[in-house]
């Protein structure tokens, strides 16, 4: 089931999964653990703003979330959202990140029919190289628009970000 994320409950689960990848993956530049309050403030600041933070669980286990947050925060791209989703790493490559990643393109796509935020491009950001997140971005009709070389500096080394983008 997907359904829109409660801070309050699903804080921790969703800050359990984070960890992994702050930890051991390149899939954020974060480099220490977010504590379940942070995380917390983070869903409540992205639905604050109208925007979908959304979780999938089954068996009232939440197994991975999703969201949709402003690219900059200059009134100039407004109209642009970047979006995230993350797996517990325990049920990855089985299908359940393409169904939550495109019930969040299903939201976001509704807010572009909303006076209050019209959205006309969603982004995907992808630490390099990083071939099962490029393949879910391009099967979801996310075409790249670029890459910034040496963006970040995680695990001894320089990483590049690539920009995949869908507009709606």
Same mark, same amino acid.
């Given at each position: 089931?997907?359904?829109? $994320?409660?801070?309050?409950?699903?804080?921790?689960? @969703? $800050?359990?999964?984070?960890?992994?990848?702050v930890?051991?993956?390149?899939?954020?530049?974060?480099?220490?653990?977010?504590?379940?309050?942070?995380?917390?403030?983070?869903?409540?600041?992205v639905?604050?703003r109208? #925007?979908?933070?959304v979780?999938?669980? *089954?068996?009232?286990?939440? /197994?991975?979330?999703?969201? $949709?947050?402003?690219?900059?925060?200059?009134? %100039?791209?407004?109209?642009?959202?970047?979006?995230s989703?993350? #797996?517990?790493?325990?049920?990855?490559?089985?299908g359940?990140?393409?169904?939550?990643?495109?019930?969040?393109?299903?939201?976001?796509?509704r807010?572009t *029919?909303?006076? =209050? %935020?019209?959205?006309?491009?969603? /982004?995907?950001g @992808?630490?390099?190289p =990083?071939?099962?997140?490029? $393949?879910?971005?391009e099967?979801?009709g996310?075409? =790249?628009?670029?890459? @910034?070389?040496?963006?970040?500096?995680?695990?001894?080394r320089?990483?590049?970000?690539?920009?995949?983008? /869908? @507009?709606?």
């Amino acid at each position: 089931m997907i359904r829109d $994320a409660h801070a309050a409950d699903d804080a921790a689960r @969703i $800050a359990a999964i984070y960890e992994h990848y702050v930890l051991h993956d390149t899939a954020t530049f974060e480099i220490e653990p977010v504590t379940p309050e942070q995380m917390g403030a983070r869903i409540a600041g992205v639905q604050g703003r109208g #925007l979908p933070w959304v979780v999938l669980e *089954d068996e009232d286990r939440v /197994l991975g979330y999703a969201y $949709a947050a402003p690219y900059r925060d200059r009134v %100039a791209y407004r109209h642009t959202l970047e979006a995230s989703v993350y #797996l517990d790493p325990e049920v990855r490559r089985g299908g359940l990140g393409t169904a939550l990643y495109m019930d969040l393109i299903g939201r976001v796509r509704r807010l572009t *029919d909303s006076e =209050h %935020a019209p959205v006309h491009s969603l /982004l995907g950001g @992808i630490a390099l190289p =990083h071939p099962a997140s490029v $393949a879910l971005h391009e099967r979801l009709g996310f075409r =790249h628009v670029g890459t @910034i070389e040496d963006a970040g500096w995680k695990f001894d080394r320089w990483i590049a970000v690539g920009f995949w983008q /869908l @507009i709606l």
